[in-house]
């Protein structure tokens, strides 16, 4: 409190007034900490009032000029706190000259702290001058009159901030580049000193709000330059010396820490611009570097570091296209050479060993994806495409791109048959999942079908399905990924065989009722399946075949059965997939009498041997009529498991040639499986099945066509090609030159015909 | 005639034609002399004559069997099958161009003879309508052997085709090449068609840009193209 309270100024009187009203100003200013008494306050803040309305009192008197008075009186007033403000500041000024760096700081944040404290009692004493002599002058639109508190403001930033900010904000960079360098500093100073810039943005239109140019010019600006030249030399230093790997970690490091910078001290509104410059500096400036050093991580399966880069560059525009690419290659590569190993195997690879090497591939850069790349969808269509490629190129199916398919519906085939490890039902449903993962990648997906129809008839056919459930769960797991008309004749298939045991349940009691004892004793234990001929890939014996009398039978007499039960219908044997088994009676040595696992055939041969020992050839296939191309190589059977004895020993299948009944027959088992496929049977199949399968989709391109065609009546060639291609893709990539061809013929058929101008019509 | 149907541009071409047909009326008559004379009742059915009357009749008009010409009255008679004439068509193409008398013929031909070469749609008709003619009884498309000595024709000038090998493209040769060791039997009408079209463009435009191969040509064309690029030694450019 000062010691001496000068009295109260005549109201009229402007010098006396401002004399005492300075004196009061500057206590405040200095010498605030001691406090200001209220009495002293209310004197100060009354000789304000009173200088404005005593001329006010005056003015009322003598009318009009009178009120401009109050106008003049009220603008000596502000002015001259103006003057006082500049000198204050200049002597802040001067004093601050003795200051530097750190010392600086302190000192600019004590006088702002004191300044604008100051400043709002000072508000507070010149509020009636606010309320009315500046109010009007905004309001009549004056420029360059403040309240009186942003007076304070535009004075500190015209008499002190314009001379002295340079200096001061090299002081802050400095102290920023030591944290950056490791040091501790004093953070709050920079925060003190970002608040002071900020309150400086004062907007000249309304000085009620404030704006960040001030902030953004004196402090932002800098702030990024020097980031950016620090970032670089720090980078390009940092690279020289370490590897890409380390560079990337610090890199990561940096970013964090100068977004974390920004909430200890910074303003938020840096934050879009400093991480701009920091990713622009770190990262895009190296990104070459980094890309180079993608190939070399993919090849040592660094994933952590790859997910790092994937985080850095996922951070800058267009920064990951390049790895995709780079991506797309490895994988495709990869997956090739785990192929070429598997091809080296020689020609007779097991097609579990394909299927698995494919799914190693893939599941290790699924994995790669998920964990470094976040899964992002890119990615994963680069690693689609990846596969996609290498399942159908590759070395094993070089000639052909259909090997593919047909290696994995046998590796199903395998899952699925009885007698493979049976593995549990569970395990079974996960490679089953595995098998869906290739199979979304093949692209003759017809062909798949083609081979897994043909298997799955024989596991039905031969009652050697590990499970039904398993079964169900693959179709309807191909039906999910191809619809309902891909899987409907397999389901169909699955049907006939539910009618089958039905039928033969009824044909079991019509049996009864038939059947007189001699039938019964001489009867043949048998199981009937009945499969619609569309639906099944089976084709009719290629061999004309007697069937032993014992069974020809009971095939009779089921023929008879059915007949009665569907009229006109037709039945055709398929004695090439019927399997039976025979007892034998004859052999000395056994305590129990051997079972033969046989076919239809074999059992034809084997009961010629009930009335005699020795046949020769002639004698056999006479009574057989089988083609020698079933016949020999089921004869080599039989002597290889020395059931049959040639003679003389080691003859070949010939007219003259004998056959004699073992009677010294040996083996480990008593159920002897003498129904082995024949090798060269499995190649003809396999044949027969892709010529089928070319001969399918020559009819899909043509059907396809005439769907097109009968739906458009006119449209030009390439249109057409383009159409056909889309409606066949999800079964099989169509080639053009198979599409025009098909043209051609249809063309030939007159279904459609050509137009000028490379149009093609449909002729109704 | 316009005036008369007051411009009605359909009435006027249906009233030319009936007047026409008046005055060809005339004609019917000795037309039916001449085709009459080369009808040999004992072997031929009414109304028409085979083999034996057409090579007496082409000697008589003074054409040569090897030429064009002879597809040209082939097409113009409408015949049925090669070497036979029935008198419908016979007097249809003939009073169509006004002719009744084996001289008049001659003249006739005269013009035909100079036409097929120079006139592409004259000799697109008589191309095409000569696969009908060269196809065997049953047959939808046209033997190789038969449609080749056809190209041969065709495409020889001195049988009064067009040119069918130019200095730097044996194009005819190639085509023959071609067609030999693929070992097609049969040509279908579409690529007898559309090779027409085909060497027409090649012969104008011998680095064959006008070709592209998503276009509508023919497979076989496609294939041929590839086959050309090889002889000129893996360009489609001339060498």
């Given at each position: ?17 401002w004399s005492f009203l300075e004196s009061g100003i500057n206590s405040v200013m200095h010498k605030l900490e001691e406090g200001v008494d209220m009495k002293h306050y209310m004197a100060l803040y009354t000789a304000v009032h009173n ?440 389901q169909r298939m699955f049907q006939d065989i539910q009618i089958s045991k039905d039928l033969n349940a009824n044909y079991k009691v019509y049996q009864e009722k038939v059947l007189d004892d001699d039938d019964r004793r001489r009867m ?241 | ?239």
């Amino acid at each position: 409190m000062p010691p001496t309270m000068p009295q109260a100024p005549h109201k009229d009187d402007l010098d006396e007034t401002w004399s005492f009203l300075e004196s009061g100003i500057n206590s405040v200013m200095h010498k605030l900490e001691e406090g200001v008494d209220m009495k002293h306050y209310m004197a100060l803040y009354t000789a304000v009032h009173n200088f404005c309305t005593s001329q006010k009192a005056v003015a009322s008197n003598q009318g009009l000029q009178a009120h401009r008075g109050a106008h003049l009186l009220g603008e000596e007033l502000y002015k001259l706190l103006g003057e006082y403000l500049s000198r204050h500041l200049s002597e802040v000024h001067e004093k601050s000259l003795a200051h530097s760096e750190e010392a600086l700081l302190a000192f600019y944040i004590r006088e702002w702290t004191r300044y604008t404290t100051a400043a709002k009692y000072v508000n507070h004493l010149f509020s009636y001058l606010n309320r009315h002599w500046v109010k009007r002058e905004i309001d009549e639109g004056k420029k360059n009159v403040y309240d009186v508190y942003t007076l304070h403001l535009v004075k500190w930033k015209d008499d002190f901030f314009e001379n002295l900010h340079a200096k001061v904000m090299d002081a802050v960079l400095n102290l920023i580049e030591k944290q950056r360098n490791g040091e501790t500093i004093e953070q709050s100073q920079i925060k003190s000193i970002v608040d002071s810039f900020v309150s400086l943005g004062l907007d000249e239109n309304d000085s009620k709000k404030s704006t960040l140019e001030v902030y953004r010019h004196y402090f932002q600006r800098p702030f990024i330059d020097a980031t950016r030249k620090y970032y670089e030399n720090e980078s390009r230093q940092f690279v020289a010396e370490n590897s890409v790997v380390e560079y990337m970690k610090k890199a990561e490091a940096r970013l964090e820490e100068e977004k974390a910078r920004v909430g200890l001290y910074l303003h938020s509104d840096v934050t879009k611009s400093l991480t701009e410059t920091c990713l622009d500096v770190l990262v895009t400036a190296h990104s070459t570097l980094l890309r180079d050093e993608f190939q070399i991580l993919l090849d040592n399966e660094r994933q952590d570091d790859l997910a790092r880069m994937y985080r850095l560059l996922s951070r800058i525009k267009e920064g990951l296209d390049p790895l995709r690419s780079t991506f797309e290659n490895h994988v495709r590569k990869a997956g090739l050479a785990a192929i070429e190993k598997v091809a080296s195997e020689g020609e007779n690879f097991e097609p579990k060993l394909y299927v698995d090497a494919l799914l190693q591939v893939h599941t290790r850069y699924q994995n790669l994806v998920d964990e470094a790349f976040n899964g992002e969808s890119e990615f994963v269509r680069s690693l689609d495409n990846a596969c996609r490629e290498f399942v159908n190129r590759n070395r094993i199916c070089k000639s052909t791109t259909t090997k593919s398919p047909e290696l994995l519906a046998k590796y199903t085939d395998s899952l699925l048959k009885k007698g493979s490890k049976a593995a549990e039902e569970s395990e079974l449903e996960e490679m089953l999942v595995q098998i869906m993962t290739v199979f979304k990648y093949i692209e003759d997906k017809d062909v798949f079908q083609k081979f897994y129809s043909k298997m799955l008839a024989k596991r039905l056919v031969h009652v050697s399905s590990v499970s039904d459930d398993a079964e169900t769960s693959m179709i309807s797991k191909l039906k999910e990924a191809c619809g309902f008309e891909y899987t409907n004749k397999l389901q169909r298939m699955f049907q006939d065989i539910q009618i089958s045991k039905d039928l033969n349940a009824n044909y079991k009691v019509y049996q009864e009722k038939v059947l007189d004892d001699d039938d019964r004793r001489r009867m043949v234990d048998a199981h009937f399946q009945v499969l619609g001929t569309g639906m099944w890939p089976l084709n009719p014996p290629n061999t004309a075949f007697s069937a032993p009398p014992e069974v020809t039978k009971s095939a009779e007499r089921f023929q008879k059965f059915y007949f009665d039960k569907h009229n006109g219908r037709k039945l055709t044997w398929l004695w090439q997939l019927c399997k039976g088994e025979v007892k034998a009676n004859y052999i000395k040595n056994a305590k129990v009498p051997y079972t033969f696992q046989v076919s239809t055939f074999q059992m034809g041969i084997l009961l010629l041997f009930n009335e005699t020992d020795t046949l020769s050839y002639s004698d056999i296939q006479k009574a057989t009529t089988l083609a020698p191309e079933v016949l020999d190589p089921n004869l080599a059977i039989f002597l290889k498991a020395k059931v049959l004895l040639a003679g003389p020993d080691g003859a070949k299948p010939e007219p003259t040639t004998t056959y004699n009944l073992n009677y010294n027959f040996k083996n480990k088992k008593v159920k002897v499986n003498l129904n082995i496929q024949i090798k060269s049977e499995q190649k003809v199949e396999s044949d027969d099945t892709h010529k089928t399968i070319e001969e399918d989709r020559k009819l899909l391109l043509q059907s396809a066509i005439v769907r097109v065609m009968k739906s458009r009546k006119k449209m030009k060639h390439v249109q057409l090609v383009q159409e056909v291609i889309q409606q066949v893709k999800s079964r099989f990539p169509p080639k053009v030159p198979d599409i025009k061809k098909n043209i051609e013929a249809l063309m030939e058929k007159d279904y459609i015909e050509r137009l000028e101008g490379d149009e093609v019509s449909y002729i109704a | 005639y316009l005036r008369k149907t007051k411009f009605d541009l359909g009435r006027a071409i249906n009233m030319y034609y009936m007047d026409e047909n008046k005055g060809n009326k005339a004609l019917v008559a000795p037309l039916t002399k001449v085709f009459e004379s080369y009808r040999d009742p004992d072997t031929d059915e009414e109304d028409q004559f085979g083999i034996d009357g057409a090579m007496k009749y082409f000697q008589d008009l003074e054409v040569a069997l090897d030429e064009i010409v002879v597809l040209g009255v082939a097409e113009l008679c409408q015949c049925p099958a090669m070497g036979e004439f029935t008198k419908e068509g016979f007097l249809n193409g003939w009073k169509l161009v006004g002719c009744s008398t084996i001289s008049q013929m001659r003249k006739h031909i005269q013009t035909l003879r100079k036409e097929i070469p120079e006139q592409p749609t004259v000799f697109r008709r008589v191309y095409r309508y000569s696969f009908l003619l060269s196809r065997l009884q049953g047959q939808r498309g046209v033997q190789f052997e038969i449609a080749a000595e056809q190209w041969r024709l065709f495409f020889d000038e001195s049988s009064g085709g067009i040119k069918g090998n130019t200095e730097t493209s044996p194009w005819l040769d190639w085509w023959l090449e071609y067609m030999e060791k693929r070992g097609t039997k049969v040509i279908s009408k579409d690529l007898w068609e559309q090779l027409e079209v085909f060497l027409r463009k090649a012969l104008e435009d011998e680095n064959l840009d006008f070709w592209d191969a998503d276009a509508a040509w023919p497979g076989l064309i496609d294939e041929f193209v590839d086959f050309v690029k090889e002889k000129r030694g893996g360009t489609l450019k001339v060498v």
